[in-house]
């Protein structure tokens, strides 16, 4: 089994800055991309930053200058640097990892169990 554990997040005003990190763990062989992703209340879920084993960062229109995403690959944790947080970002804020288990010829994509941000303007 693989699980995906997150953590940070929290209430912020406009203009704070937040960290969340998100470490996978269980029969893993290897992680290929790890992203985060975001939900806010009557929306659907959208990608905010994806990062790839030695590949550059990829962000969303939005987040682009303010957050950064980063990876410890010794760690299998995958981390989001959340700077100048407007009250627009306010969402739950899942992780996502392309895993392939131990055993297994294929990736998989596993999800964090979702943490809550909310900025306060």
């Known amino acids: 089994q693989v699980q995906l554990v997150q953590s940070g997040g929290g209430l912020v005003q406009t203009g704070g800055s937040l960290r969340l990190s998100c470490a996978a763990s269980?029969?893993?062989?290897?992680?290929?991309?790890m992203g985060w992703y975001r939900q806010a209340p009557g929306k659907q879920r959208e990608l905010v930053a994806t990062i790839t084993v030695g590949g550059p960062p990829n962000y969303t229109d939005s987040v682009k200058g303010r957050f950064t995403i980063s990876r410890d690959n010794a760690k299998n944790t995958v981390y989001l640097q959340m700077n100048s947080l407007k009250p627009e970002d306010t969402a739950v804020y899942y992780c996502?990892?392309?895993?392939?288990?131990?055993?297994?010829?294929?990736?998989?994509?596993?999800w964090g169990q979702g943490t809550q941000v909310t900025v306060s303007s």
């Open positions: 269980g029969s893993i062989f290897s992680v290929n991309a």
């Open positions: 996502n990892a392309k895993v392939r288990r131990g055993g297994s010829s294929y990736y998989s994509d596993y």
